[in-house]
C-alpha cells in the first residue's frame, strides 16, 4: 500500500 | 528519528539560514549560484508536492519543516534573481542546469520503486538533488575562489547528506530500513564535496580563504 511508499525523511 | 537525521536535518536548516543571511547581509549574491538554488527549490516542491494536494494540518513539524525548505528557497532565488539581481554573477554560473534536470528526470522514470505520478516525482527530486550542487561547484571553479562564508554554507549543505548516510546505516542496522534508491543517490551526492571538504577542512578550518586551483 502507499504506506509501504510512504518516504518518511524529507 | 535519530541522532543523525537530527543533526542532517539542523545542518540543512543552517545552510539555508547562513545563505539567506548572507545574501541579505551583504545585499549581494556574488559568488552564488542561482542555478544550485533553483534546483534545490525544483527538488523541494517535486518532494513535497503532497503538502499542495491534500493539506494535512501542521500540527508535526515535518510539515513544518517542509514549508520551510520550500518557502525559505523560493525566496533566496526572488533574493537572487530579482531583489539583487544586480549582483548576481550570470557569467560564471554557467553550468547548463539542463543536463542535470533532463537525466535526472530520464533516470526517475527509469529506476523507480513504483511507476506513479507521486513516487516518480519524489525519484526524480532525490536524483536531482545528488547533482543539484554542480552549477556552486562549477560557479566557484570558475572564479577561482569561494567567499568565507560561502564556504560555511556548503559545508553545512554537504554535511547534512553526510549525516544521512550515517542515519540511513543506524536504521538499517536497528531498523532493518532500506530505500535504496535515497542512498545511493545521497552517496553520490556527498561524493561531490570531498574535493571541498579537503578544501575546507585543511583552509578555512584554519582562517584561509580558499582559493582554487588549491
Redesign the interface.
Known amino acids: 500500500g502507499s504506506s509501504l511508499l510512504h518516504h518518511d525523511e524529507l | 528519528m535519530n541522532i543523525f537525521?537530527l543533526f542532517g536535518?539542523l545542518s540543512?536548516l543552517a545552510a539555508i539560514a547562513i545563505l539567506l543571511l548572507k545574501i541579505w547581509k551583504t545585499r549581494s549574491c556574488a559568488g552564488v549560484s542561482g542555478k544550485t538554488q533553483l534546483l534545490f527549490a525544483v527538488c523541494f516542491i517535486t518532494r513535497y508536492i503532497d503538502l499542495f494536494l491534500h493539506f494535512v494540518s501542521l500540527y508535526n513539524t515535518?510539515k513544518v519543516?517542509?514549508l520551510i525548505?520550500i518557502s525559505a528557497s523560493v525566496f533566496t532565488c526572488y533574493l537572487i534573481f530579482f531583489k539583487f539581481k544586480a549582483t548576481y554573477d550570470g557569467n560564471h554560473d554557467s553550468m547548463r542546469a539542463e543536463f542535470l534536470i533532463v537525466p535526472a528526470a530520464g533516470l526517475a522514470c527509469l529506476i523507480n520503486?513504483?511507476f506513479d505520478a507521486i513516487?516518480i516525482l519524489?525519484t526524480f527530486s532525490i536524483y536531482l538533488e545528488a547533482v543539484a550542487i554542480l552549477p556552486q561547484l562549477f560557479l566557484i571553479s570558475k572564479t577561482g575562489e569561494a567567499e568565507t562564508i560561502t564556504s560555511h554554507y556548503l559545508f553545512a549543505q554537504g554535511s547534512y547528506r553526510a549525516l544521512?548516510i550515517l542515519?540511513w546505516i543506524y536504521r538499517y542496522h536497528y531498523e532493518s530500513h532500506v530505500?535504496t534508491i535515497?542512498i545511493v543517490a545521497g552517496v553520490v551526492q556527498t561524493i561531490l564535496y570531498c574535493d571541498f571538504f579537503y578544501l575546507y577542512i585543511t583552509k578555512v578550518v584554519k582562517g584561509q580563504k580558499i582559493v582554487l586551483p588549491a
Do not use: C, V
Open positions: 537525521r536535518d540543512h515535518e519543516m517542509k525548505y520503486t513504483k513516487e519524489w544521512y542515519n530505500d535515497a
